[in-house]
């Protein structure tokens, strides 16, 4: 392995190394440094006819976290969406049992409205006020209960 370091503009330092190398120390294969170099993602030049990359020792330590990142956020990812999942089936199974209650109170709206139709229509009441001595005046002030059962 060919390694040579060089500090440029008093900062940043650089290291020299082979193609094959330097594709190791960034994690990636030859081909792709080599579509990066053609980018001007990286600097290199070319030897005694070998290819030699200048890797900058920050950006190297960069990419390498970077790499790590993807996997890390995929699975921070999907944990996000299972849990979304998981949430969205329960709203579903709230919302069909919320139908179910209502369409059951729906049928029963008639029901609850039957008594109501069966008793004494106020016409029915007036008649009877007025058959009993003393006039409508009394039947208003008794109360229902008492007409109800004569007492």
């Known amino acids: 392995m060919y390694v040579h370091d ?3 503009y008093g900062q940043m330092t650089e290291r020299k190394l082979t193609l094959q190398d330097a ?45 790590g990142e ?3 956020l995929i699975s921070a990812l999907e944990d996000r969406i299972a849990s979304l999942e998981r949430q969205l089936t329960e709203a579903n199974e709230r919302d069909r049992e919320n139908r179910r209650i209502i369409a059951a109170l729906t049928q029963r709206i008639p029901e609850l409205e039957a008594p ?7 016409e029915t009441a007036t008649v009877e006020e007025e058959e009993q001595p003393g006039g409508g005046q009394e039947g208003a002030q008794r109360p229902w209960w008492r007409r109800m059962f004569g007492a």
């Open 6 to 8: 060089r500090t440029l």
């Open 23 to 67: 594709a190791q120390q960034l994690g990636i294969t030859p081909d792709a440094l080599r579509q990066r170099i053609r980018r001007g993602q990286h600097h290199s030049t070319k030897e005694d006819g070998r290819v030699y990359v200048y890797l900058n020792l920050d950006r190297t330590e960069t990419e390498h976290d970077v790499q």
């Open 70 to 72: 993807p996997t890390t």
């Open 116 to 122: 109501s139709e069966t008793r004494e229509a106020p």
